[in-house]
């Protein structure tokens, strides 16, 4: 669901910001996997996105298509979901590839790590109980 509004509130300090080939892709991505929801979306007129913010989570994110004045570039996230394991295994149905399957770390968590179909390294941890 889109809700355009003009002013979202935010209570964080950093926003990560996206600049992808394939904008839309990743949207849909986002939202099959994580969940994520649309909360502004601009588009040029040829229909590219222009701005996007989604918010997963408690969190906020924002993205738009590359131009030639801005190039696509990768990020790495950490995102914390309810379970590892099943957050990892609906992104590679979603066409994500792995680079870390679930496993136990040192620190306390349960993490995997896959890559987006937009080349965004994810690693996804989940507090072990």
């Given amino acids: 669901m889109v809700s355009n509004q003009e002013h979202v509130e935010n209570d964080q300090t950093i926003t ?22 649309v909360v502004k979306l601009d588009r040029y007129a040829d229909g590219r996105v222009q701005h996007a913010r989604l918010r997963i989570g ?11 004045d801005f190039p696509a570039n990768t990020s790495q996230m950490h995102i914390y ?8 295994t609906s992104a590679m149905r979603l066409g994500a590839k792995s680079i870390m399957e679930p496993n136990d ?14 080349a965004n390294v994810w690693r996804i941890a989940s507090k072990k109980t």
């Fill in 105 to 118: 770390r040192p620190q306390g968590d349960r993490m995997a790590g896959i890559v987006d179909p937009c």
């Fill in 81 to 88: 979901v309810e379970d590892a394991d099943v957050a990892y």
């Fill in 58 to 68: 408690n969190s906020l994110m924002m993205l738009n298509e590359c131009m030639a």
């Fill in 16 to 37: 990560p910001y996206f600049t992808v080939d394939g904008a839309d892709v990743l949207i849909a991505f986002l939202d099959a996997a994580f969940d994520a929801s």
